[in-house]
């Protein structure tokens, strides 16, 4: 019989290595209290109109990407429904604003999320076809001050404090350039983004021709994905292409003044990138991207984020601009590892207080004691079996744990434990009491 493994696109995570992305999450989570925001949890299946109508029909994500299938109906009372695994939670989280009306309390909501996201991608290094997004929303009624631009350069500030304290550096000329960039873009209001896709269209029109398939196919269907293209040949025609930044009225171009001026007085580093357009349709106004060339090759797109103020409308909702973005858990791993293995981040001992090994059979009741007084004073404990040999057990502690305690019948009956410390070599015998402090020590 052929043995069963994970789909394709999919996999395990195994401990060590999960003991990484628990850190990660911890930072993530304390970060995000610090800067008031709220867990929520959402479905991992919506109804697919939902992602249809809030990240866009003409999407890669929507018209490609999506694990859509009919739900069948299982009582007279209910209906087929057409549902779909979660490709973003931007979209779910929106939804859930919309549905339990929390625009009602006038506050700003402040949301994160850390969860399982699913896209029928082609699966490679960095891209996965269930992969995980730590992202935060800022959302709320007009009133509340949701449209501000200090909201746009607070998110920014926080990821960039983030980034920081989980020890990814910033790039610069030492380290090669491979730490976190920021860039950074405006994509308009939704009166200025059909100005700037209309001109864009008349200037493809006459060159489309001298483009790859698919900007010839982009061109018409949604021009402003032509930008996106990665395809050589195809760069210098599409850098002379007209700028947004161009196509802005007043009221943007001051908003994207003012999330600048206010990285500048935080001291967040970023670059303009007038091609930042980004893959989702909803995004209006200050749009962004942290990269890191670490670890990363091609996927180097680390998270992504904008402001969205059309979308709860576009949902059927009231008015209420916002502000979020999602960071690619896998590829902030996948950074974090690089870095550890070229020696620029310390990697943490992952390695138990202590191992006890039992001396035969007879001590294995004893040792099992001992481990639960052990762990109800915080020490981190393994118990061997009393059937190993000794050689055995030490070799096994060295391997788990920084110490052996050694529990033969004598030590059972005196209360005198021999302890063997590896990283020192040391071997001393140890009264019952004075246990907790040496294994701690
Ligand atoms: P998006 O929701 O497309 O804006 O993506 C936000 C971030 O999620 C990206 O910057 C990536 O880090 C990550 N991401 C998106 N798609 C995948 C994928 N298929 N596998 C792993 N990470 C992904």
Known sequence: MSTLKAVRGTRDLLPPETALWNRVEATARAAFARYGFGEIRTPLFEDTQLFVRGVGEETDVVSKEMYTW????RAASEKAQSLTLRPENTAGVVRAYIEHKLGDTGMLQKLFYIGPQFRRERPQRGRYRQFWQIGAEV????????????????????????LDELGIPRASEANGNTGWKLALNSVGSSTDRPRYIAALKA?????KGTLCDDCQRRADTNPLRVLDCKVPEDQATINDLPKIADFLDEASTAHFAEVKAA??????????????????DYYTRTTFEFTAASGLGTQNALLGGGRYDGLSEMLGGPKAPGIGFAIGEDRLILT??????????????AKLDTYIAPMGAGQNA????????????GLSVEVGDGGFRLKKSFEIADKLARRIV?????????????VKTFASGEQVKCERAALEALLRG
Do not use: F, N
């Not at 200037?203 to 060159?207: C, D, F, K, R, T």
């Not at 004893?366 to 004073?377: M, N, Y």
């Open 70 to 73: 009919e739900d069948r109906a």
């Open 139 to 162: 959302l709320g009624p007009q009133s509340s001050g949701a449209e501000s631009a200090l909201r746009d350069a607070e998110v920014l500030e926080m990821l960039a404090t983030l």
């Open 203 to 207: 200037a493809l029109a006459p060159i």
């Open 263 to 280: 990285l500048d007085a935080c001291g967040v580093p970023y670059t303009i990138e007038p091609r930042l357009v980004r893959g989702l």
């Open 336 to 349: 974090l590892q690089a870095l550890a293995e070229a020696g620029s981040l310390p990697v943490e001992a």
């Open 366 to 377: 004893a040792a099992l004691a001992l481990a639960k007084e052990l762990r109800a004073a």
């Open 406 to 418: 050694i529990l033969g019948e004598d030590e059972v009956a005196s209360g005198v434990m021999t």
